[in-house]
């Protein structure tokens, strides 16, 4: 796991300030190579001004995380921390469409705060939208459904945390109706009558998260709101401009939109940011994978440790959460037709034993990543009913 632990130049000689100007009651200068190698570095030069007072976030509360990729880091190690997530109300036994909301089924690819704020007001105020604005991850139409809205809302009236993770500005719209697309608009639908793209400046962001939290705050005063800024990059920029430039100008003003929002509620002490960004940007010299977006699993542990330590009153040890997750694998993988990618898509999900599979019906596995269809669904669901029948252990000493 990474310690974040920041490796050093060559010339790490104290610098000096000027002693003649008034620095205000608050000033905290530029960390130097020497401090970002400190011990508790990632608390004293990033995380500062930022946490709770106190960790709040119990495994009696449900969290709903989604926005960018990002937002399956963080869902998946909740759940592996026994936290309970809107796909995972279903492993538990909390029957509902939960699994097919939009805001689990596609979380990690409403990417931008139009696609954000359309949920919620789609949710709970009942905005129509007039075209087909939403995609998932293969291009297909997201319906408007109302068993769907009903579902999202019944999910959002169920959770007391919500963890929005903002991914780009860039974004594609239609010319009829100026509305925002999730993501670009797949090739065989694309009209350049119809289509376009722009970068959403600083003051749309703004008002979409202003817009988020007043919703929230209407129909769940009580709720935790935190917004992250992913620290994965632009895949491509369709702007005629270098990804690198472009990306960097995406993530600045999504940062400024978290910071108009904070600032404009000093009062709200269940609203929160967490600087993912900053942690991965400025205390990780190689971050990212060899593709230069993804970051590198021991950097996530190490961002989730921190989130941890701050933010769950409960948790296991890291040692105690692999050897429980390592437990959980194995006796999935003892269902027949269960290989170890199911298995970990199964885990991922939050299901943690056969009996939970026995207990979920076989139309909510099929949505599961590795369940490739409903017959897929139905063996599973059959094979872990016959291992609960048989009366084995249905958990491993260490998930005991």
């Not at 970068?199 to 917004?227: D, F, G, K, M, Y």
């Not at 600045?252 to 709200?268: G, K, N, Q």
């Not at 950097?299 to 390592?326: C, D, N, P, Q």
Request: some cysteine; proline content about 6%; glycine content about 6%.
């Amino acid at each position: 796991m990474q310690n974040f632990s920041y490796v050093m130049g060559s010339d790490p000689t104290p610098r000096t300030t000027h002693p003649s100007w008034y620095r205000g009651e608050h000033c905290n200068f530029i960390p130097s190579q020497r401090n970002l190698a400190e011990q508790n570095a990632a608390e004293e030069y990033v995380l500062k001004g930022w946490l709770p007072r106190n960790p709040f976030l119990s495994r009696a509360n449900v969290v709903t995380a989604f926005g960018s990729c990002f937002a399956d880091h963080v869902s998946t190690y909740l759940r592996e921390q026994g936290y309970t997530t809107g796909l995972s109300l279903v492993s538990k036994g909390i029957h509902g469409d939960f699994a097919n909301s939009h805001v689990v089924r596609f979380g990690a690819g409403i990417v931008n705060t139009f696609a954000l704020r359309q949920q919620f007001e789609w949710a709970y105020e009942g905005r129509c939208f007039d075209e087909a604005l939403w995609h998932g991850d293969s291009g297909e139409i997201a319906s408007y459904d109302e068993s769907l809205r009903d579902a999202t809302r019944a999910l959002f009236e169920r959770t007391d945390v919500f963890i929005l993770t903002l991914g780009l500005a860039e974004v594609w719209h239609s010319k009829d109706t100026g509305e925002v697309f999730w993501r670009a608009i797949p090739k065989e639908q694309f009209d350049p009558r119809r289509h376009g793209f722009r970068v959403s400046t600083c003051a749309e962001n703004t008002a979409n998260l202003e817009r988020i939290w007043e919703i929230i705050r209407r129909h769940r005063p009580q709720a935790h709101v935190i917004v992250t800024l992913s620290p994965v990059p632009l895949v491509a920029t369709f702007r005629p401009v270098s990804c690198i430039t472009a990306n960097v100008v995406s993530k600045s003003i999504l940062r400024v939109a978290i910071d108009e929002l904070t600032r404009a509620h000093p009062e709200d002490e269940r609203l929160h940011y967490w600087p993912a960004y900053e942690i991965v940007k400025e205390l990780c010299p190689d971050p990212y994978e060899e593709d230069n977006r993804h970051v590198k699993p021991d950097v996530v542990a190490g961002i989730m440790e921190l989130f941890r330590k701050h933010y769950l009153l409960e948790s296991w040890s890291e040692e105690e959460r692999t050897a429980r997750r390592r437990a959980a694998l194995a006796l999935l993988a003892t269902l027949p037709g269960v290989d170890e990618a199911l298995a970990e898509g199964l885990h991922r999900a939050g299901w943690q034993t056969p009996r939970e599979i026995a207990e979920t019906p076989p139309a909510l596995l099929v949505r599961l990543r590795g369940v490739p269809d409903e017959c897929a669904a139905r063996s599973l669901h059959r094979a872990a009913c016959e291992f609960v029948a048989c009366g084995r252990s249905a958990q491993p000493g260490v998930l005991g």
